[in-house]
């Protein structure tokens, strides 16, 4: 699976984005996808995380906020991020992996590249 984040940008805070991800190959469906995300200086940490059977699990920080969801026809995950803060700047990662989602950043196989989000006070 080869995945291309895009979406990102600068924000004020309490506004909104969304970060789309396309990914490629034939196994999409049958992947769990997720969304990480790191800070300068910080370690890249978990943000939500969609089974193929759309499912969703979310770091506590966004839930509520943030909302990650796939068009498995057309092979692209998203996340939605309302009520943005300068915390959630970030570079945000897409993965993918096979199985159920996880949290964990050691358990996916696949990467985007990385679109960044800046959100300013």
């Known amino acids: 699976v080869q995945l291309q984040a895009s979406g990102g940008g600068l924000v004020q805070a309490g506004g909104s984005l969304r970060l789309s991800c396309a990914a490629s190959?034939?196994?999409?469906?049958?992947?769990?996808m997720g969304w990480f995300r790191q800070a300068p200086g910080k370690e890249r940490e978990f943000v939500a995380a969609?089974?193929?059977?759309?499912?969703?699990v979310y770091e506590d920080s966004v839930k509520g906020r943030f909302t990650a969801s796939r068009d498995n026809a057309k092979n692209t995950l998203y996340l939605q991020m309302h009520d943005l803060k300068p915390e959630d700047t970030a570079v945000y990662y897409c993965?993918?992996?096979?199985?159920?989602?996880?949290?964990?950043?050691?358990?996916?196989?696949?990467w985007g590249q990385g679109t960044k989000v800046t959100v300013s006070a």
């Open positions: 993965a993918a992996r096979s199985g159920t989602a996880r949290s964990d950043v050691h358990a996916y196989d696949y």
């Open positions: 969609v089974t193929y059977s759309r499912n969703t």
């Open positions: 190959g034939r196994t999409f469906s049958r992947s769990a």
